[in-house]
Every structure is written in C-alpha cells, then in structure tokens.
C-alpha cells in the first residue's frame, strides 16, 4: 500500500453515501495496513441515538474502499477493532490487502451515484421491468402504481411525525446549508443543490423549518407543505431494503451501497426513504406490502426511477486533508 494508492482510494471512499452526509469515516495507513477510524463529533443525538446510521455509513465507506480497491487489483479485509477511542476518534475497523482482485464491476458506477431528490421523468412501462430486475435477496421491488401511492402516503406521515418534533428539525437544519454563502456548503450536510430546491422553496424552507413550523402547523399547513406525495408517485419502483436479523450494521451499510451502486448501474436516481424504516408502524406495513422474508428487517427504503437531468449536482464532501489522519 503506497501512500498514492492509498489516497486515491479514500477519495473514493469519500463518495459513499453517509446519513445526512456527515461523512463519519477516518482513515490512517499504518505500515500496509489502513485503519478506519469514526469522527464521533458527527453523530446525529436525536435522529441517531445508537449510531446505527453512523455504523450503517462507516459500512457504506469501507465498501467504497473496497471497491477502489479491486480496480487496483487488492482485495480488502477488514478485522474489527474495539476502541473506546481518545477525543472524537474511534478506531472501528484494520483492513489489509491482498493481491489478485478483479475490478468489482460496481466500482464503474460509484462516480456516478448521486442521491436524486427531484421529480423522476415520467415512468414507461420498460422502466417498471428494468425496476424489477432489481429483485435480489435483500431487496423487494414495488412497481404497482396503486402500491406506490400507498407508500407515498406512508413517507408522508412518517416523515412528518419526525419533522413535527422539535429536536429532530433543528438537528435536520444544522446539517442543511439553503445558502451558497455557508461555510460547509461544498463541504458537509445537505445543500440546497443536493436536496433540488428551487430558489422560492430555499427560502421557504429555512421558514417552514424554522420559526414558521408552529403557526403553520397550527394551520394545518406544515405537513402539506413538506409532503413529497408526487416525487414519490412518480416513481419507477419502490426499494425496500431488507438484511437478516441481528446483523452487524457495518456489514449492512457495504450491502446497502451494494444495492445503491445495482441501481445506479440500471440507470435509475435514487432517494433514500429512511422514514419508512425509522418509524416502526410504517416499517411493519411496508414490510408486509413488500413481502420483507421471514428472518430479515427493513433496514431502509429507496424511491427510484428515471432521472430528468444527467447533469451531476457538485458533490459536499470532506478534502482528503481532513479525511486522513
Ligand atoms: C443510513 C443512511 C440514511 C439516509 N437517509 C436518508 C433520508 O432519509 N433521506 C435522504 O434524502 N437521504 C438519505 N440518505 C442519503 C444521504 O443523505 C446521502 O447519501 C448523503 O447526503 C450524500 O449524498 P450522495 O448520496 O449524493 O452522495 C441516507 C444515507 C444513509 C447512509
């Protein structure tokens, strides 16, 4: 492991998906060896209180490494370390490296993977064929319109139970940059060009999030107001992510980038839909439409489906100066 190899491969690490684009993951080389590290100043208290997603995104980057790495011909392994960690570094994980891989052909498409928070182009049936090649042993496709709509229903509520506490919002917003000017605005978080907000609803959104949400939803106007109903309609398919009981989440994390990387490979944009998973009555109903198999959870959801503009929205990530240790 060269120094030079070993930055490319955290570059593309860093293009993992991360909840709320937090970006937890570290990275040290040490001798031939790399350390994965957790910044654990960047967990989410309120929307993740056990660090499942912290892990679930720590799975996620491992993978990206791993998979830029079988282009160099390594295969990587990781051993789990137990650290209690000093300050806000956590060692999680030792990976090593052998020679003789094969290029991963999911490490073609990890440059282009992009969350897709816009409208999809309107869905052809070829698009719920190609939605249903997805099928796979931790994922359930939904192609049915009228299931769809359900769903769409189903996020809308469940999103809004969490929007409606006030904890959750105010973290939500300090990782939301609707301003060109924010410092972390290339960096971290969610931008106002990662989330596809037009310029009324940048504005609209720091009020419907912020003072504006009480009086609002005394009106009866917060919740149609954050309702992503026609997104969601509009959907090719619908995702629902499922892995066996009692999983390590940072294995779950490298499949669900695994899953992400299949649908980007199919040409669909995807979103996340975590709501769906996070509120438990949602995730039992949808687990039941989606005929979750016997001994597996819901772990998250995805809308997908054609995207209307192939134009990449820059990326936020961390530079590689604050990523290596
Ligand atoms: C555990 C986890 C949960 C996520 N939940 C959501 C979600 O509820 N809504 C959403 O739009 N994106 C969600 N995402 C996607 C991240 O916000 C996204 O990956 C991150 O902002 C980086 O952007 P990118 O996917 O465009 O690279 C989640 C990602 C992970 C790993």
New binding site residues.
């Given amino acids: 492991m060269t120094p030079d190899i070993f930055r490319h491969l955290v570059a593309k690490a860093s ?1 993992a ?5 937090v970006q937890p993951a570290r990275w040290r080389l040490d001798g031939d060896t790399v350390l994965l590290c957790e910044d654990t100043s960047v967990r989410l208290p309120t929307a993740d209180p056990k660090g499942q ?1 912290a892990a ?2 720590l799975g ?1 980057a491992f993978e990206g490494l791993s998979l830029a790495a079988s282009e160099k011909g390594l295969s990587a392994r990781y051993e789990t370390v137990s650290d209690q960690g000093a300050g806000n570094i956590r060692v999680v994980a030792r990976l090593s490296f052998t020679n003789g891989a094969s290029p991963d052909p999911l490490a073609a498409h990890v440059t282009a993977r ?2 897709w ?1 816009g409208a999809f182009a309107t869905v052809a049936p070829t698009d719920r064929d190609a939605a249903m090649t997805l099928a796979a042993s931790d994922c359930s496709v939904l192609t049915d319109p009228d299931a769809i709509a359900a769903v769409a229903t189903l996020l809308d509520k469940a999103s809004f139970k969490f929007m409606a506490q006030h904890d959750f919002r105010a973290e939500l917003v300090s990782w939301m940059r609707l301003k060109r000017s924010h410092p972390d605005w290339a960096k971290n978080g ?1 931008n106002a060009d ?1 989330m596809h907000l037009g310029w009324v609803e940048r504005f609209g959104a720091r009020f419907v999030m912020g003072p504006g949400f009480k009086p609002l939803n005394a009106l009866g106007l917060a919740a149609p107001l954050l309702a992503e109903t026609d997104k969601t309609k509009g959907a090719a398919g619908i995702i629902a992510f499922h892995r066996p009981y009692g999983e390590d989440l940072f294995d779950s994390g490298r499949a ?1 980038y695994r899953a992400w990387l299949r649908m980007e490979a199919a040409g669909f944009g995807a ?5 769906l998973k996070d509120d438990k009555d949602t995730a039992s109903v949808l687990s039941g439409k989606a005929r979750v198999p016997e001994g597996h959870h819901l772990l ?1 959801a995805f809308r997908i489906g054609r995207r209307t503009s192939h134009q990449p929205v820059a ?1 936020a990530r961390q530079s590689l100066e604050e990523l290596i240790l």
């Fill in positions: 293009l998906p991360s909840v709320h684009n997603d679930t995104s996620a992009q969350s928070r969610l990662a669900f979103t996340v839909l975590a709501a998250s990326r």
